[in-house]
Nanobody, 123 residues
């Protein structure tokens, strides 16, 4: 079992930056692919970014490329999402998740989820 807790959300102006953290506990953190997803009111949960256990392979949705950076520190059992040049359309609840198999961009590939942290970007 894996427990995930997100933090770092808040209110920022468009063009600003924010860094989210996800602290993991339970089974070995380093064996999981970690992902970030987000969900805005009335919309489906969508993929944002993912990182393999080694940290060598990262994946981003097109709208996040060049603005967001996912990273992990396995010694601290923590995954991060650095978000720069934030836009109002980035407003959503952000969730971190852990996957041991499957396509990293698909929600159903992740077995463990945090409770989410709110990110609001004002214009």
């Amino acid at each position: 079992q894996v427990q995930l807790v997100e933090s770092g959300g808040g209110l920022v102006q468009a063009g600003g930056s924010l860094t989210l953290s996800c602290a993991a506990s339970g089974r070995t953190f380093s064996s999981y692919t970690m992902g970030w997803f987000r969900q805005a009111p009335g919309k489906e949960r969508e993929f944002v970014a993912a990182i393999r256990w080694s940290g060598e392979n990262t994946y981003y949705r097109n709208s996040a490329k060049g603005r967001f950076t996912i990273s992990r520190d396995n010694t601290k059992n923590t995954v991060y999402l650095q978000m720069n040049s934030l836009k109002p359309e980035d407003t959503a609840v952000y969730y971190c998740a852990a996957s041991s198999s499957g396509i990293v961009t698909y929600t159903y590939s992740y077995a463990y989820w945090g409770q989410g942290t709110q990110v609001t970007v004002s214009s």
